[in-house]
């Protein structure tokens, strides 16, 4: 995947798992996604999510279960 459009993939998974209009299902498979991406940037979205006050907390730390994983995995 070439670098904008996984940034543009990012930041759509980004809005979606910030979206609290959308339902918990399609927010915690975006977050999903996020961890399967991998990327030091995907990392960084996580990251930014998992200190998002405005979040639930069960997802502010499913985000941040996803980016330790990345961290673990090495990637």
Same mark, same amino acid.
């Given at each position: 995947?070439?670098?904008?459009?996984?940034? &543009? &993939?990012?930041?759509?998974?980004?809005?979606?798992?910030?979206?609290?209009?959308?339902?918990?299902?399609?927010? %915690?498979?975006? %977050?999903?996604?996020?961890?399967?991406?991998? %990327? /030091?940037?995907?990392?960084?979205?996580?990251?930014?999510? $998992?200190?998002?006050? /405005?979040?639930?907390?069960?997802?502010?730390?499913? $985000?941040?279960?996803?980016?330790?994983?990345?961290?673990?995995?090495?990637?």
């Amino acid at each position: 995947m070439k670098s904008e459009q996984q940034s &543009e &993939e990012l930041k759509k998974l980004a809005a979606i798992v910030s979206d609290l209009g959308l339902l918990v299902d399609l927010r %915690t498979k975006a %977050t999903e996604l996020l961890g399967n991406i991998g %990327t /030091h940037e995907a990392l960084l979205v996580l990251l930014e999510l $998992a200190g998002n006050d /405005h979040l639930p907390v069960e997802e502010r730390d499913r $985000a941040l279960k996803k980016a330790r994983e990345i961290i673990k995995s090495g990637r």
